[in-house]
């Protein structure tokens, strides 16, 4: 069977207008028979509503792929997008504190005995500064500098030495040119040229640009403050108060403002019989100086009895109180010698801990004592610091250097000076080299060993900045350090 005999067996399919109108219709007889217009309207009609339902299926066989109708693909899932995750917090860098130093310097009782008097004299005036000379470096390196003032400047009259001090007002333009900056007047002889000198003392040396603090000219003087002086010193707030036990009989009745005295039987003739406390003062005043916003208290007291190199009952006895209050430095005079120094753990009324420091006392500064211990001066440095992100303020660290006051007449050396204070370590290291720095032999060498192991032994050596015991605090508040057992009476 050939291919056309396949065409001739199928069936033949119907047209489009066959399937409407029957087998043989054709357009044109259709529209002869019906017009041209119902003829085209029938095939419109076909176009709107039957062609659609005429689209083969995707897979049913098609000789016209145009005539398929395309299919749908479903559009892709759009991909989920993922929940980012939180960033940890970085952990903060730890703010390094910050804080502010400041250093104190003090020396002992300044003594003017007439022979320093005619040390300085230059025939026309005084120059005090030479005689001073051990001390200037250390007191000038501080930040505030300070003494016992035990002389006065007297309105009238001629210079004397003990037992009524009266000096020339050179001295006090040098304490301010060798670096000090304030000195307590509140002493035995604050009252040695009466009413008139101790208020002429104070304008002295206000004249001279020295702090004082002790005793006052006027009431209002004393009002002011509670005549508390208070400096700041590269942000730490200090209030300095001064006392003393008595005034050698001097009566201060008609003015009791003029010296802060904490005895009230202080005219007793002999300091053994005064015994009858009065701390009412200078508890008001304490309380004062905690409402003037200060980090630190120090205080001034002038007691004990001379050359006692140990303490006396009530020394102890004021000093527990005063750290009892709240005070931070307790700075002691008035014996001549020196009396032991030492920092302890103190604990104030609201319970916090710090470390306070008291020396009884620091001993001379300047005289022309020459019996033991009286010639053993020292100058003490206080380091102080505060953290400032806390509030904080503490002693940081504690040292004093070992001075000697010469006297070149009780060694036999032949020099153009007689009374000169001189740094100990740097003259005994100076001559054990080999070097007499011009005034130096070998008993004054000698007693100069036997001055240190004096004074290490009522100050203790862990204290001398420059012997192999003392060992600096770095950081933080200083812990407490016992104090030495001086030596017998």
């Given amino acids: 069977m050939n291919e056309n005999d396949n065409r001739k067996n199928t069936p033949r399919r119907k047209t489009f207008w066959e399937t409407f109108f029957g087998e043989g219709a054709t357009p044109a007889a259709l529209a002869k028979q019906y017009g041209v217009p119902v003829l085209l309207a029938v095939y419109a009609l076909f176009a709107v509503f039957a062609m659609p339902h005429c689209t083969r299926l995707k897979d049913a066989p098609s000789e016209d792929a145009s005539f398929r109708t395309p299919a749908v693909t479903a559009a892709p899932k759009a991909a989920a997008t993922p929940t980012p995750k939180p960033e940890p917090t970085p952990t903060p860098e730890p703010k390094e504190p910050t804080f502010r130093n400041a250093t104190l310097a003090y020396v002992g009782d300044l003594v003017v005995h007439m022979g320093l008097n005619e040390e300085a004299s230059t025939g026309d005036g005084y120059d005090y500064l030479p005689v001073m000379e051990g001390v200037i470096p250390y007191v000038q ?13 007297p309105i009238e009259g001629d210079v004397s030495g003990y037992p009524t001090f009266h000096s020339p007002v050179k001295l006090a333009t040098d304490l301010k040119a060798a670096g000090f900056d304030l000195v307590e007047t509140a002493n035995n002889h604050c009252m040695d040229a009466r009413k008139e000198g101790l208020d002429n003392t104070l304008d002295v040396l206000d004249a001279a640009g ?8 006027t009431q209002a003087e004393r009002n002011e403050n509670h005549g508390i002086v208070v400096k700041d010193l590269n942000g730490i707030r200090i209030a300095f108060l001064s006392y003393t036990y008595g005034t050698n009989c001097f009566p201060v009745t008609d003015f009791p403002y003029a010296a802060n005295i904490f005895f009230s039987d202080y005219l007793e003739p002999y300091a053994d019989d005064i015994d009858e406390l009065d701390l009412s003062g200078l508890d008001a005043d304490i309380a004062a100086a905690k409402d003037l916003n200060v980090d630190m208290i120090a205080v001034f007291m002038h007691w004990g009895l001379e050359y006692h190199t140990e303490p006396v009952d009530y020394q102890r006895e004021v000093a527990d109180h005063l750290f009892a209050q709240g005070v931070d430095l307790v700075l002691g005079g008035h014996p001549h010698v020196p009396e032991p ?46 953290n400032v992100d806390t509030g904080k303020t503490y002693l940081k660290n504690v040292s004093y250097a070992p001075l000697i006051m010469v006297d070149t007449a009780d060694h ?20 054990a080299a080999g070097d007499s720095l011009g005034f130096i032999n070998d008993t004054l060498y000698n007693d100069m060993i036997t001055a240190l192991n004096d004074i290490h032994s009522i100050w203790g050596a862990n204290f001398d900045r420059f012997d192999p015991s003392y060992e600096a605090n770095t950081e933080g508040e200083m812990p407490a350090k016992a104090p030495m057992t001086a030596p017998a009476e």
């Fill in 141 to 153: 390196d501080a930040d505030y500098a300070f003494c016992c003032f035990e002389t006065t400047f």
């Fill in 210 to 217: 020295l702090d004082h603090v002790g005793t006052y000219r």
């Fill in 412 to 431: 036999g050396v032949m020099s153009t000076w007689r009374y000169k204070l001189v740094d100990l370590h740097k003259s005994i290291d100076s001559y």
């Fill in 341 to 386: 120094m030492e920092t302890r753990t103190v604990t104030d009324a609201e319970g916090n801990e710090r470390t306070g420091y008291l020396c009884y006392c620091m001993g001379n500064f300047l005289s022309c004592m020459n019996d033991r211990y009286t010639n053993l001066p020292g100058v003490t440095t206080l380091e102080l610091e505060k």
